[in-house]
């Protein structure tokens, strides 16, 4: 929909209104990002090695940020050890699964 059609069909009033209700329930990719990352992050603590990695992971560890004053830092080693966990408990799962 375009600007100049929103602005039609739209009050300010109610556009003020869809604002607060996606701040509160976002709407779109969003919301579909953070359903992915519930699913990930479920996978990724069902098949983590408690000795390796003895805290679960959290959702924003596994959901996409598009805020990037939002995301954490990490060096390159960090994020290498974080990317190798997680293909270790991948390829346990998958293993399990065979055997």
């Given amino acids: 929909m375009s600007i100049s059609r929103?602005?039609?069909?739209?009050?300010?009033?109610e556009f003020a209104e869809w604002i607060a209700f996606d701040?509160?329930?976002?709407?779109?990719?969003?919301?579909?990002?953070?359903?992915?990352?519930?699913?990930?992050?479920?996978?990724?603590?069902?098949?983590?090695?408690?000795?390796?990695?003895?805290?679960?992971?959290g959702i924003d560890?596994?959901?996409i940020h598009y805020d990037r004053a939002a995301i954490r830092q990490e060096s390159p080693?960090?994020?290498a050890?974080?990317?190798?966990?997680?293909l270790g408990a991948v390829k346990n799962s998958l293993s399990k699964k065979k055997g």
Avoid: W, Y
């Fill in 23 to 57: 701040r509160l329930d976002p709407i779109g990719r969003e919301r579909e990002d953070r359903n992915a990352g519930l699913v990930a992050m479920m996978i990724a603590n069902a098949n983590r090695d408690p000795k390796a990695h003895p805290e679960a992971f």
């Fill in 61 to 63: 560890e596994c959901t």
């Fill in 77 to 79: 080693g960090v994020m």
């Fill in 81 to 86: 050890a974080k990317i190798k966990a997680f």
């Fill in 6 to 13: 929103c602005q039609r069909e739209i009050s300010s009033p």
